[in-house]
Each structure stands twice: as C-alpha cells, then as structure tokens.
C-alpha cells in the first residue's frame, strides 16, 4: 500500500485539517484557513505527528463561537491524535479558533491560531 498516496488523498477530504508540529516545535494545520463544507458538519482535526496528542479538554476552542459551534470540541480516545467539532455552517463568516497539542513526554502545550471559513 501507498502510505504517501493515502496521506495525499486524505488531506483533500472536505471538512479535515492535518495538525503536526514542525522540526522547530512549531504547530501547523493543513489546510489553513479549513474551508467548511455543508450544513451541520463535523470537522475533524487529526494530529499527524508521533509523540503528540490533543488535550482531553480545549484541543480545538472558537473564539467567539456563537450559534455556530454549539459544542465544545471532543478529543476521541484512546489515541487522542483526532479531535472533532461541531459546526453548524449555517451563516456566512470567518472564525479565528485555536488548536493546542500537548508533547507527551514533557507535557508541554504548544499551541496555533487558524481559521475557519463558514459558507463554501
């Protein structure tokens, strides 16, 4: 099996965003901004690199959710490398939110400001 192909072909499905953290410890999300895709969606957020998990609690938080984002975002165990998210995608608008992963062998929170982008 083609892992590289399988990683190209995941990256393209609506409503995914890849969180790894680069050789400098710096957080990255792809795609960024995450151009949300029908109505009611759950956007899922999959931590692509070894050594890193999301927080059990504010691994994906909105700034300002309101009615858009009724829920806070759930971490799915045992792994804790995807995160989900409730979005209601029902009004035009960009969110500024935040993705925290957390170094398993130090504990350290890292931490990047992307966008969401409700209406394609």
Excluded: W
Excluded at 44 to 71: H, I, M, R, W
Excluded at 110 to 117: E, Y
Aim: aromatic residues 4%; contains cysteine.
């Amino acid at each position: 099996m083609n892992h590289g192909r399988l990683q190209m072909e995941e990256t393209k499905k609506p409503n995914h965003v890849h969180v790894s953290v680069d050789n400098s410890g710096n957080v990255v999300c792809k795609p960024n901004p995450l151009p949300a895709t029908g109505r009611d969606v759950t956007l899922k957020f999959v931590l692509k690199t070894d050594g890193y998990v999301f927080p059990n609690d504010g691994a994906v938080v909105v700034s300002e959710p309101g009615l858009q984002f009724p829920e806070p975002s759930q971490t799915v165990p045992p792994s804790n490398t995807i995160a989900t998210l409730l979005d209601r995608n029902t009004a035009l608008a960009t969110f500024s939110y935040t993705v925290t992963v957390q170094q398993v062998s130090s504990g350290q929170l890292l931490r990047i400001d992307p966008t969401i982008i409700n209406g394609e």
